[in-house]
């Protein structure tokens, strides 16, 4: 293959000439330097031309052999000092070896070919599999060492960024544990099916939106936007001025937190009596255990026996991930902490001195603060624990705990936010910037993405701005429009007990409309939420559904890879027929009888109505409505459903209608 420049460096350059300066000086006079997605135990997508690129000196001459062919390729880095080699992937398998060589040799190992997919989007894609459903035994299992993992570390960028942070590593029981759990599953049932290596970049951030995941240019073609990327542009011209307000109010805030948090600061003390606090079964979050809807600080305590043998002997404290933030003590003394935001999913593991360490009755004390969403300490019960340093002896920490609330964040002064493109992963462009672009041009078969949530208030925005994301991708990528495939939105929150508008099931139908680009999946997870948490622990049918798409549509497996989806509806007397495409083995209620489907007449009030399977299709009545002229599915935040097909996979929500949601013209 012959090499070419870099295809990508024009763009970069007209966006982002500050980092690339920087990133000019910082190699000259260096050695061959990759991006970090390209490295030992990587994998090439199978099937392709793909792309190995890099730094040198200017003008230095360098040198690619692959081990598969024996060919040397040469190229020169340009004045630049970036330099770009285009080679067709070896047969799926390895390993592989790559030797580049110039002023320096840089040896490329385990090198695997296969299905290399990026999963991205919100936390339901960052979620660990350590806090899966059945976590710990999924991760004992997780020896795929032909499973590739590469988690992109969070980054924030104002312009396009030429690298990121991470690396390869073979799936393992040590390496799997904090991966997203919905790329684990669905790369594993993929790797099972197919026989092949797959590698699987994880590139997430939980809580975002978007919009943070769309460049610049992509965004700018959108009017609602454009406002907004004046202002960022504005900030960024003139930064110092709102930053120095912005800091002195964080600081002044922090000083109130940290003063309503001192009131409780009695209780780190051992001989404490907490015999008047509340008391809580840990693992869980707060929510499902008493304090619905609670942001805020709440200190919890245990007492634990530890055997004599231990005493004056180091320990290791384990707690498993806390949400969002913990300051942890034993016996009074202060032993770890975890208090920076984005830190939810970390599990806390802490070192307890050996002078700390007594026979008998001991006191450990955790300050948890949560600042929204689910709070507390919500890991698996494996994951807490007291053991001895060095030894597989270990007391469990699982149980009952008594807690107390130090304070509500609804009572305390709102925190200070800082300018909006400032530290900010929901700022636009602030996350294709970090995550996205140091990925371009890696050989990808496709991408997966589960997000939606933070965009739900917005969601008929979300049916221009989705699509959108997806080309810009598409674009930039330059390898045509490779599959891209969804989750839409679980069930979540309570039920209603009437029909009614609702944001969620607009974003779904935003999601669905998402399905007219071409090359895009979706799958339909309505039927596995979970009522009182965004995170539903079921992540392994999300996996599943997501790799039954590619099977089908990439790989030619003769499988359903779609629950039904509605094609068209007409009206006969009092009732309405409504036809569906996916109906694979016919339609089936789960449990009878049909449930889930609403009707109106011209007065668009919907009621609750009757509505039976005949054939392929779907007749819907209601006593109330003698002339009805639309039907609803699913349509609420958590809907009572119950339509699949033969294959067993739920259908879509939908609605015949198209009158206004409640978040049209919301931006």
């Not at 990026?118 to 350590?130: A, F, I, K, Y």
């Not at 960022?232 to 003063?259: F, H, M, N, V």
């Not at 699982?398 to 936010?417: E, F, H, I, N």
């Not at 819907?620 to 699949?644: E, F, G, M, Q, T």
Request: hydrophobic share 40%; aromatic share 10%.
């Amino acid at each position: 293959m012959n090499s070419h420049v870099w295809p990508r460096m024009g763009r970069k350059l007209a966006v982002g000439t500050t980092a690339l300066l920087l990133t000019m000086v910082a190699i000259a006079s260096a050695d061959i330097r990759l991006p970090a997605v390209i490295g030992d135990n990587m994998v090439l997508q199978q099937g392709k031309e793909v792309a190995i690129w890099g730094w040198a000196d200017p003008g230095e001459q360098v040198r690619l052999r692959l081990s598969w062919d024996g060919e040397e390729q040469r190229t020169d880095a340009d004045g630049n000092g970036q330099w770009f080699f285009t080679i067709a992937a070896p047969p799926a398998g390895g390993p592989y070896e790559m030797t580049l060589s110039g002023k320096n040799t840089v040896r490329i190992g385990n090198v695997a070919s296969g299905e290399v997919w990026v999963c991205s989007g919100q936390s339901n894609m960052e979620w660990p599999l350590h806090s899966a459903a059945n976590g710990s035994q999924e991760v004992a299992a997780a020896d795929y060492p032909n499973i590739r993992l590469f988690t992109v570390q969070k980054k924030i960028a104002d312009t396009p960024q030429d690298d990121c942070t991470g690396q390869w590593s073979p799936c393992s029981p040590e390496t799997a544990p904090g991966f997203s759990a919905v790329g684990y599953f669905f790369g594993r049932h993929l790797h099972r099916e197919l026989n092949v290596p797959i590698g699987l970049i994880n590139t997430s951030w939980g809580g975002t939106v978007a919009e943070a995941w769309t460049s610049a240019n992509a965004l700018e073609t959108m009017p609602e936007f454009k406002a907004q990327m004046n202002q960022i542009a504005r900030a960024k011209a003139d930064p110092d001025g709102s930053l120095k307000t912005y800091r002195e109010e964080l600081a002044q805030w922090q000083k109130k937190i940290e003063s309503a948090g001192a009131e409780g600061a009695g209780c780190i003390k051992p001989g404490f009596d907490d015999s008047t606090w509340q008391q809580m079964g840990l693992p869980v979050l707060w929510e499902q255990a008493g304090l619905a809807d609670f942001d805020g600080l709440v200190w919890f305590r245990k007492t634990v026996t530890i055997p004599d043998s231990w005493a004056g002997k180091e320990l290791t404290l384990d707690l498993g991930p806390i949400d969002d933030m913990d300051t942890t003590w034993f016996n009074g003394v202060k032993v770890g902490g975890h208090n920076e935001s984005g830190q939810w999913q970390v599990a806390r593991r802490y070192k307890v001195p050996a002078d700390l360490v007594r026979a008998g009755r001991n006191i450990i004390v955790v300050q948890v603060l949560d600042t929204g969403g689910g709070g507390g300490i919500y890991g698996q019960a494996e994951q807490m624990n007291l053991r001895q340093a060095g030894t597989d002896d270990a007391v469990s920490l699982a149980g009952t705990w008594r807690y107390k609330v130090g304070y509500d964040l609804a009572s305390m002064p709102p925190q200070p936010q800082p300018p909006v493109w400032v530290n900010n992963p929901n700022a636009p462009t602030a996350l294709y910037n970090g995550m996205i672009a140091p990925l371009i041009p890696l050989g990808i078969r496709g991408a997966i993405w589960y997000q939606g949530e933070s965009n739900a208030g917005r969601a008929y925005q979300y049916r221009e701005l989705f699509p959108t994301m997806i080309s810009n991708w598409r674009e930039d990528w330059g390898q045509g429009p490779f599959p891209f495939l969804f989750v839409q939105l679980a069930n979540f929150m309570a039920t209603q007990p009437e029909p009614g508008d609702c944001a969620w099931a607009e974003l779904r139908e935003a999601q669905t409309m998402t399905l007219a680009l071409e090359n895009t999946g979706m799958a339909v997870i309505i039927d596995i939420g979970e009522a009182n948490d965004i995170h539903p622990r079921n992540k392994q049918d999300v996996g599943k559904r997501l790799a039954l798409w590619a099977l089908a549509k990439i790989h030619g497996k003769a499988i359903a890879w779609s629950g039904p989806l509605y094609r068209s509806m007409k009206v006969d007397g009092d009732e309405i027929v409504l036809h569906f495409d996916h109906v694979n083995g016919g339609l089936v209620a789960e449990g009878e009888p049909l449930k889930g489907f609403a009707v109106a007449g011209a007065d668009r009030k919907f009621v609750w109505a009757d509505a039976r399977i005949d054939g392929s299709t779907v007749v819907v009545r209601s006593d109330k409505v003698a002339r009805p002229v639309a039907v609803r599915y699913a349509w609420a935040d958590n809907p009572v459903c119950n339509l699949y097909n033969g294959a067993g996979l739920p259908a879509s929500p939908f609605r015949t209608d198209d009158w206004p949601g409640i978040t049209a013209g919301k931006k």
